[in-house]
RNA sequence: CGGGGCGUAGCGCAGCCUGGUUAGCGCGCCUGCCUUGGGAGCAGGAGGUCGCAGGUUCAAAUCCUGCCGCCCCGACCA
C-alpha cells in the first residue's frame, strides 16, 4: 500500500474527548473516528488490525473443532420471551417494533438464535458435539459507553456456543476453549490472566474471565502470589473468620449519644474505637425489596455476592432518602436492632462480640451488641470484598489486588438455556435429554483497544507484528530524487513479493513528519531510504519496539526483513505448538 | 437515571462575566517561494447557521428559557 493513497489521517494534537491512552491513540493515528456515543468507524488501518485478531480467533478456533456460520443482528422477540430474558435483560438490549408491529431487538448476544437453531436441527446424541462461533457486530445500550473502543455500545465479538450430550462432554469443551483461549491471547502478543469469574446476566454454573494487565482496566483482579488462585474481584471468595472471643464476656447493651457523628471514621473516632468493632448496617433494593446488609466497619459490601445469594436479578444501593422512607431512620445511624425489613449478615460479622451498631434513631448508635442476643439474621455468608490484608481461600498464601481489561469470558452454561428453549435430542437410550451448552466470548474490537493500552510510548503505537496494520513501512525520505525513489520503489516491490505487508510512505512530505507518522501508527519495522543512501548505498532498518538500529546494504536490508519477520512471526505461533 | 462539565473553522482553544461595526489565535488545508534524517520558514489565500429553537433588547457568540449532542464521576458488560 501506499501512503499517499491511504485515508490515513493522523493528528498532531489529542481530541478532548479521549480520556484514556488506547482512545487517544486510536484517535490521533487515524484508526477510527467517532460517529456517536459509543459508536465508531473503523478507518483502513483500525480495520486492518481488527482483521488481524479476527484472523488469529479464526485459526484458533477452527483448530479447536469449533465452525463459523454468522447469525442475524435483528432477532425476534419471541425468543427472548421463550428464555425469558425479554423481561430480565433490561434496557441494555435495545428493542423496536417493525412496520408490521412486531417486537424486535438488536442482538447483544446470541444464546436464543443458536439454540433455536440447535434445537432444529440436531435430534441425535450422535451428532453431538458441535460448537459454532461468529464474529459479528453486536450492540448494546450500554448505559454509560466510554473510553473508545473499550466500552462502546456497537462493538465487535466473537460470540461461540458449545452444545454436548453429557455434562462431562461439557466440561471438556470448556477446557478447550480455555486452552484456545489462551492460545488467542498469547499469539495477540498480550500479557494476561484467566480469572474465576461470576456468571453475569448470560447465567450457567461456571466461568473464567481472560483479563489483559492494564491500569486503565475497570475490574479488579484478585490474584494469589503462591498458587494459581486467580479472580475477579466481584467473585473472589473471602475465607471464613476465625471465631475470636468465645470466651470474652458478654457485656450489657448500651445506648450512646453520638451527636452528628455518621461515617465510620468519625463514630469510631468519637467513642474510641477501631472500625473492625463496629458493624456497618447497608440497605440494598432487591429487586425493588428492601434488604439491610451487615459488614463491618472497615470493609465493603460485594453487591454481585449478594445478589447470588438472594437469587435476585438485579440488586442496587438505596440512597439517603430510599433508607429514611424505608427504615424511617436517617442514614448514619442505622443499626439491625428493631429493623423491619431483613437482615443479612457477612460472615465476619457473626464472629464479632460487643460491637458498635447504629441505634436506628438520630445520633445515637448502640454498643455492647451481640448476635444472637440482641438480633437476629436470616442469613450469614460470604457477602463482602476480599481486600490484601485477606489470604487466599485456596492456598492460604497472600493475595495481590490489579486491574484488567476484560477481554474473553467463558461460561458453562449447562442446561438453563435448552431448558427453557425445550432444546432436546434423543440419547442412546432413545431418551431426550436436554443440550448441555457452552458460551464463549472475545471482544474482538476490545482486544484492539487492550493491546494499545499493553503497548505503546509517548510517540505512539507499538504493535506486537501479529497485529500490526502492516509489518514494515519503507519512508522514502526524497521522493523527488530519482535514484532515492528507485530504490524505494523496488524494495517495496520485492517485501511485497516476499508477502510481506508493508507500506511505503511516498508522500511528498518532509522527513519529520513522515518518522512522527511512522511511530505513531506503530508499525514493527520501519525501512529509512535517504540522502544517506547516496552516499554509502545504505539504508537504516529499525524496530520500532526496542529502537535498535541497523544500517545495511539493500540486498542484506532485505534478507534481515524478512527474515527478522519470519522468526518472530513463526515464534508466536510455534509456542502454541507444544 | 443522579452528580459535574463542555458545545465558537477539520483539530486545539480565546472572546461571553461587563451585549455594540469586518468574531479572533495556533495547528491543519489551498497557492507560490524556500527547505528536506525527527511534526521547518516566508508570503498570499480559502474556510464560521458561534449546537438548535424561542425570548429580552435599537442591537445577542455574549443575557434568559427550553431542547439536542458530547465528555467526565457512579450502577452494566466482551
Redesign the pocket.
Known sequence: MRYSELLLP???????????VS?RLLL?AGFVR?L????YTYLPLGLAVIRKVEQIVREEMNKAGAQELLMPMVQPSDLWKESGRWEKY?P?LLRFTDRHERESCLGP?HEEVITDLVRREIHSYRNLPVNLYQIQT?F?D??????G?????E???K?GYSFDATEKGAEITYQKMYDAYHRIFKRCGLSFRAVEA?T???GGSFSH??MVLAETG??TLVICRSCAYAANMEKAAVQPPEKTGEDVELLPLQKVETPGKKKVEVVCGFLGISPRELVKTMVYLADGDPVAVLVRGDHEVQ??KL?NMLGAV????ADEKQVFDITGVPSGYLGPIGLKIPVAADQAVSAMVNFTVGANEKNYHMQNVNLPRDFKVFQAADLRQVTEDDRCPSCGGVLELTKGI????I?KLGDSYSRALKATFQDSNSEEQNFVMGCY???????VAASIEQNHDE??IIFPLPLAPFQAIILN??P?TEEISTAAESFYRQLQQKGLEVLLDDR??????K??????IGIPY?I??????LQGAE??I?SRANGK?LSLSLDKAMAEIVSSISNEMSATQESEAK
Open positions: 493522523t493528528l498532531k494534537e489529542t481530541p478532548t474527548e479521549a480520556e484514556v482512545h490521533r467517532k456517536s456515543s459509543g459508536v433490561g441494555e448476544t453486536k448494546r450500554e448505559i454509560r459507553p466510554r473510553f473502543l473499550m466500552r462502546g455500545r462493538f465487535i465479538m460470540d461470576d453475569g446476566t448470560i474471565e481472560f475497570e475490574d453487591p454481585v445478589k438485579d440488586v442496587e444501593l476484560e477481554v474473553g469470558h461460561f466470548g472475545i471482544g474482538v474490537s476490545r482486544t510517540n505512539g525520505l526524497d523527488k511528498d512530505e518532509r522527513p519529520g513528519i518518522f512522527k507518522d511512522a511511530d505513531l520501519r529509512t531510504i535517504g540522502k544517506r543512501f539504508v537504516e529499525r538500529t
